[in-house]
């Protein structure tokens, strides 16, 4: 999924972090969320509740904590997944929009996001 340039088109300065496990939350993060963001967001490859945004907005209070995933209800059958995605806000497209949106009902930010 291609966000990033989108994202940085559009002014918005972004840091990618693929985090691969949850519980405990790997230490090294601490230091990425202490590091100046103003926001984060969190794509679940999943449903957003119960996953690594909320594992984060536990540990961050202070911190705005979006999570982005999967709604919690039930999903019709499709052939495809990118369909799916679009459909629900997370194809690339949706994710932008979604971000921009949230950045501009908080007044939006300068630093990485």
């Not at 059958?77 to 629900?88: F, K, L, P, Q, V």
Request: hydrophobic share 35%; aromatic share 4%; glycine share 14%.
């Amino acid at each position: 999924m291609g966000i990033l340039e989108p994202l940085r088109e559009r002014g918005i300065a972004v840091q990618l972090v693929n985090v691969t496990r949850i519980k405990p939350l790997p230490d090294e993060l601490e230091d990425i969320v202490r590091g100046g963001h103003a926001r984060i967001y969190c794509l679940e490859d999943h449903a957003a509740v119960g996953g690594l945004g909320d594992q984060i907005a536990h540990r961050f209070p202070e911190h705005h904590v979006r999570r982005l995933g999967w709604p919690q209800s039930w999903l019709p059958a499709t052939t495809r997944g990118e369909d799916s995605r679009g459909r629900h806000g997370l194809d690339t497209a949706g994710l932008v929009a979604r971000i921009e949106a949230d950045r501009g009902a908080q007044g939006g930010a300068t630093g990485p996001q």
